[in-house]
């Protein structure tokens, strides 16, 4: 019911844009969530954004990530600028009213 797309390899420094496509239209009540688990590390929120288009993110990604919504498509987008090694991580998209994607993965090299 969620499909993630968008992750690949990328040099630091580079731009990748990751999509979260939902097949409910209940998509367009729920918050929507992006989270990422780097190895051997817990999962982590790394941005959010609301019914209402109101963001937030964690520190490490503030002005480098830009969390997005078009409910109109019921898809949400996580456009990642200014890539660090210390993104590579799976990175999961959550609506809470509809479940988790797969994940994927985002590998940024040095």
């Known amino acids: 019911q969620l499909q993630a797309s968008g992750g690949g390899l990328v040099q630091a420094g580079g731009s990748l844009r990751l999509s979260c496509a939902a097949s409910?239209?209940?998509?367009?009540?729920?918050?929507v969530n992006w989270y990422r688990q780097a190895p051997g590390k817990q999962r982590e929120l790394v941005a959010s954004?609301?019914?209402?288009?109101?963001?937030n993110y964690v520190d490490s990604t503030k002005g480098r990530f830009t969390i997005s919504r078009d409910n109109a498509k019921t898809t949400a987008y996580l456009q990642m600028n200014s890539l660090k090694p210390e993104d590579t991580a799976v990175y999961y998209c959550?609506?809470?009213?509809?479940?988790w994607g797969q994940g994927t993965l985002v590998t940024v090299s040095s």
């Open positions: 959550n609506v809470p009213l509809i479940g």
């Open positions: 409910r239209n209940i998509f367009r009540l729920s918050a």
């Open positions: 954004i609301s019914n209402a288009g109101v963001t």
